[in-house]
């Protein structure tokens, strides 16, 4: 009979567990938490010091009794759950549930699912971590009072069924303010310049390209500067005046941390970042591998550490000596620099084993899997390189006073980059042949190449782009940057199209009464600043009812005083000018899951619904009917012609009645500005209209 119980929290890794030990050891699953708050009620006793009230989860008493089974035949527990806070308080409530009091109970832990770190484990074995256990009742309580307090106000200023969250009302306020900026941006002109010149005697075509202009400025704005340039430098030679050669080095990228593994995966993989953490899950817990049984092959996937163990150094430094020469093994650990809260007790994520190489596991992995343990791979291998060198020439040259710049640079040692490169670094090196060139060579000219180029507006967040924002401002950790994503789009605050993420109708609405209301929850100074917070508690330099005092009180004023304001702004049906073909009723507009539409104010009696599409007041450039505000199917807005599907005319930002003074054409609003659509015209209304 087996002396000792380990007890995890996922099936999936009891099968790989038990065959690193004994026959004494029992390993069983918990299936993740066991105990949480009610759903019922917000389950905090405000008035008992805000102690939680925890209940059995709904659906986990017989798991429950499986594992009270289970301890009575032990003589010791292990509680084996996850590596970091979720994990330690998982292994407290464990401890409760199971009534642990008075027998042997040991906490262990591991980073990876290895026979070397499982076993060293049960030697290093410790008691539960109540720092670390009461940061995440911290996380969880606050989390709670949110969502609790602030979602029956949005049920009754919007609609059932919508959330607000701490970390999650922040996000959407950060993409709100991202698409703000993107409406509001104008667009400006300017060109740049290229020579494509030669040198009598070489067969070379070389490209030069105007550095700065006489009064130096960086940039050239109008086609008339433009055309100026042309003619002085047409009718001047081009002088080589100086020439630089130098060394550059590419450093080795860091090992994957949570963030950047969910960039990465959604860069070159396209996976979101709950495809990625689900496939990293899988491949943690163990796979199925040919020659090697059931194995964890990565380590443990939520961290913010780029530490890297001894034993895996040492054993990356025999891979790569061995495989590639010792010229390619870097030396000493390589740390991001980061002036927030490290989880240093964890390590970045790396394979297992470095000597389990992509090729050797492809058989036994699906597609997913294969492709993101390869760049898991890849990118720990390539960590553990020394740096790309490469040699650069720099040749200044000039011609009726205007500086142009030739560069070429070459690969000189791979380095790293014999393992991991990408696009990025790929374009850095430019082969172009200047090494023959002279300081007072004259080149002649083929070509001047004038193009027009118009500034961009930042980027539409994606999926990867938002959890770099969410973990440059401190916000959220790395276990809640995909479920906090995942929420709004499944509320539908946001619409994700391709990889860009667009606020919605709701997502506007909602955002709009958080940041009236809840001005505090929704800065990111505050929300980082509670991060922080959390991290003094799991350190031991902070009590986590601390906390708790001095945030409930403030949020429960708030909550009293929007309840009041609220209902002065309550949201009542708006009847349309539409007829209900059923009853006769002018229809009223509601709010759905995907925004607003029109019903008969007849219901129940008379259920009819229609689309609804909010009159603009102008007519359609291409065909003279009303332009109608619509959304995509997943809810991102856009201006249409409401005779679709026989006039295609559509727009992103909304229509001026005005015409465009210039070239006649439709004018575009623009936070406070008017626009002409066509941008070769480029024509601006600084304020706009009435």
């Not at 999936?12 to 949480?36: M, P, Q």
């Not at 703000?180 to 667009?187: K, M, Q, T």
């Not at 080589?240 to 990228?253: H, L, M, S, Y």
């Not at 970045?348 to 294969?370: G, H, M, Y």
Request: proline share 4%.
């Amino acid at each position: 009979m087996a002396k000792y119980l380990v007890i995890v929290e996922s099936p999936a890794k009891v099968k790989t567990i038990k065959k690193f030990l004994g026959k004494n050891y029992e390993v069983a699953a918990s299936n993740g938490h066991v105990r949480d708050l009610p759903k019922s009620q917000m389950g905090i006793d405000v008035e008992n010091d805000y102690e939680p009230k925890y209940i059995t989860i709904r659906g986990k008493g017989d798991v429950l009794a499986k594992l009270r089974k289970e301890v009575k035949k032990a003589e010791i527990i292990y509680l084996a759950t996850d590596p970091d806070r979720e994990g330690e308080a998982i292994s407290w409530h464990l401890y409760h549930s199971l009534k642990l009091e008075g027998k042997k109970v040991y906490r262990i832990s591991f980073n990876e699912i290895t026979q070397t770190a499982v076993k060293a484990s049960l030697k290093e074995a410790r008691e539960i971590h109540m720092d670390l256990v009461d940061a995440q009742q911290a996380r969880r309580i606050l989390d709670r009072m949110v969502g609790y307090k602030i979602s029956p106000l949005l049920w009754a200023k919007v609609k059932r069924g919508l959330s607000a969250g701490r970390v999650q009302s922040v996000a959407l306020r950060i993409i709100c303010d991202r698409e703000s900026l993107i409406d509001a941006f104008i667009p400006s002109e300017y060109w740049t310049i290229k020579a494509q010149l030669n040198l009598a005697g070489h067969k070379e075509i070389l490209t030069a390209n105007l550095s700065s202009k006489k009064a130096g400025k960086n940039e050239v704005e109008t086609k008339e500067e433009a055309d100026h340039i042309r003619e002085v430098v047409e009718s001047n030679p081009f002088i080589v005046k100086e020439i630089i050669n130098g060394e550059r080095t590419k450093q080795a990228p860091l090992p994957f941390i949570t963030s950047s593994l969910q960039q990465e995966a959604s860069k070159v993989l396209n996976f979101s970042t709950q495809k990625t953490m689900r496939i990293a899950q899988q491949l943690y817990e163990g796979v199925e591998v040919k020659g090697f049984g059931t194995v964890g092959l990565i380590t443990y996937l939520r961290t913010d550490s780029t530490r890297i163990s001894d034993e895996a150094v040492e054993h990356a430094h025999a891979y790569i000596t061995e495989n590639y020469g010792p010229q390619y093994s870097a030396i000493g650990q390589k740390v991001k620099k980061n002036a927030g809260k490290v989880q240093d007790a964890h390590e970045a994520i790396r394979p297992s084993d470095i000597n389990r190489t992509p090729v050797i596991v492809k058989e036994s992995l699906s597609r997913d899997q294969f492709r993101l343990y390869q760049l898991i791979w890849k990118r720990f291998c390539a960590s553990r390189m020394t740096d790309a060198k490469y040699e650069t020439i720099s040749v200044k040259l000039e011609s009726g006073g205007y500086p142009f710049t030739l560069s070429s640079s070459k690969t000189v040692f791979e380095g790293f980059m014999n393992v991991y490169s990408s696009d990025d670094e790929e374009k850095e090196n430019s082969n172009q042949k200047i090494s023959f060139l002279k300081v007072g060579d004259q080149l002649n000219l083929v070509e001047i190449i004038n193009e027009q180029h118009f500034t961009q507006p930042l980027p539409h967040y994606t999926e990867a782009s938002l959890v770099k924002a969410l973990e440059e401002l401190g916000i959220g950790r790395p276990s809640t940057y995909s479920p906090t994503i995942s929420t709004i789009i499944a509320r539908r605050y946001i619409a994700k199209e391709g990889k860009n993420l667009y606020v919605t109708e709701l997502g506007e609405v909602v955002n709009r009464i958080m940041t009236e209301m809840f001005s505090d929850i929704v800065n990111e100074q505050f929300t980082a600043n509670m991060e922080s917070q959390l991290d003094k508690i799991a350190d031991g330099q902070m009590e986590w009812k601390e906390i708790v005092r001095d945030f409930y009180p403030r949020l429960d004023e708030e909550v009293l005083r929007a309840e009041v304001d609220l209902e002065k702004v309550q949201i009542h049906d708006e009847v349309s000018d539409e007829i209900c073909d059923l009853c006769g009723k002018n229809l009223v507009i509601k709010y759905g899951p995907h925004g607003k539409f029109l019903a008969c104010p007849g219901f129940p009696e008379c259920r009819n619904t229609k689309p609804y599409f909010e009159k603009t007041g102008v007519e359609c450039p291409k065909c003279g009917k009303q332009i109608v505000l619509k959304k995509t199917k997943k809810g991102r807005k856009y201006y249409g012609c409401e005779n679709n599907p026989e006039c295609d005319f559509m727009s992103w930002q909304k229509v001026s009645k005005e015409k465009c003074p210039t070239c006649g054409g439709y004018m575009l609003e623009k936070g406070n500005k008017l626009v002409c659509a066509d941008e070769q015209c480029g024509y601006v209304i600084e304020e706009k209209r009435n």
